[in-house]
């Protein structure tokens, strides 16, 4: 039973840290998979695989090496002088994240609560900063609640759209863009996702030191994501193209389902929000831990402190102005990984 504890602890972890705002909006299926049409569902099956495969890679290493922080894998992989600018500009990658993520927060307290934006951010930042004084253990609790509830969209969503008329159009959707763009598309999804997730997968991989049950959870884990993208595509293909004028896609898609699903909905935007948030920020604390040695709670608060000034520049300009470029280097991380020796033996 604790082996199946584990597994399903590193699975739901796993789908929790990865699926975000963006998942959750559609915008990322959008962008990265639906407008190339019927390769969308083909690159999925890439994505998932790498889900899978370096998922599991790096747990493993961490478990190896008893990594503390996920500098701890970047020194192992890099050299300790490269590993140490490698996670530098991780740390400074999960600062603007983890702005983009309150900010996020803040906007549906705002827009959905008719709470202002300001104190959204404050109520976020209070959840926050109780549940990770509890550190590893509140985020395994939170995701073992919201990914659930995760699923059980997606699977309303999935028996919606096989009523659709248009169910079967992610098979026959053509696409005007470049079949290189497609294909290149599922790299720089990986490769994001994965590079922020190393935040909570290297210390949970260092936690678990059972090499099967890491192997099983990244496999039903990396599934678990592979399976929310296919039914997200295939939703948004059957709307396709009008879909593509909501800046939340699914949104669109949640309104003809009736108000419960909307407020379902409504919370699995928030929490797929707030999930992430504290993934990242744990992940933060614990490299500057290694770094200040200052106290649990003080860099926590130190954290939160610069997240609730980056959130001041709003949700929509901090994703469009990070996000490309976080994308971009995290592609050169994903090709070390997969390159260097050391991951190589803990295939």
């Known amino acids: 039973m604790r082996f199946y504890y584990s597994v399903l602890q590193i699975a739901l972890t796993y789908i929790g840290t990865v699926v975000g705002a963006g998942f959750a909006s559609g915008q990322e299926i959008l962008q990265f998979f639906t407008r190339f049409g019927y390769w969308g569902a083909l690159t999925i099956v890439i994505s998932t695989g790498i889900f899978i495969w370096l998922g599991a890679k790096m747990m493993l290493i961490s478990s190896h090496i008893s990594a503390k922080s996920y500098e701890d894998l970047n020194k192992a992989l890099f050299g300790k002088t490269v590993g140490r600018w490698v996670s530098l500009f991780m740390l400074i990658m999960l600062l603007g994240v983890s702005g983009v993520m309150l900010a996020g927060a803040g906007s549906i307290f ?35 609640i919201v990914v659930p509830v995760m699923l059980l969209f ?30 290149a598309a599922p790299f720089l999804y990986t490769a994001f996702n994965l590079s922020m997730a190393q935040a909570v997968l290297v210390p949970l991989g260092a936690t678990v ?82 770094r200040l040695k200052w106290s649990r709670s003080v860099v926590i608060l130190a954290i939160l402190a610069v997240c609730y000034l980056l959130s001041q520049l709003g949700f929509g300009t901090l994703l469009s102005t990070l996000y490309p470029l976080f994308g971009f280097v995290s592609l050169g991380w994903l090709l070390l990984l997969i390159r260097h020796p050391l991951a190589r033996e803990h295939l």
């Open 154 to 183: 997606t699977i309303l969503v999935f028996a919606d759209t096989l009523h659709n008329p248009g169910a079967n159009r992610w098979l026959i959707l053509t696409s005007d863009h470049s079949p290189w763009a497609a294909w």
């Open 209 to 290: 030191k059972d090499r099967k049950a890491i192997i099983a959870g990244a496999w039903l884990g990396g599934i678990g994501i592979g399976f929310m993208l296919l039914v997200g595509h295939i939703a948004l293909s059957a709307h396709m193209p009008g879909i593509t004028q909501f800046a939340i896609p699914m949104g669109g898609i949640a309104r003809e389902l009736g108000q419960k699903v909307q407020w379902i909905y409504l919370f699995l935007i928030f929490s797929e929000i707030f999930t992430t948030l504290i993934a990242d920020i744990y992940g933060l604390s614990l490299q500057l831990n290694e």
């Open 110 to 144: 705002s827009e959905h609560l008719n709470f202002s934006y300001q104190s959204g951010l404050l109520i976020t930042l209070a959840a926050c900063f109780l549940l990770l004084r509890k550190g590893l253990s509140a985020i395994l609790a939170v995701n073992t």
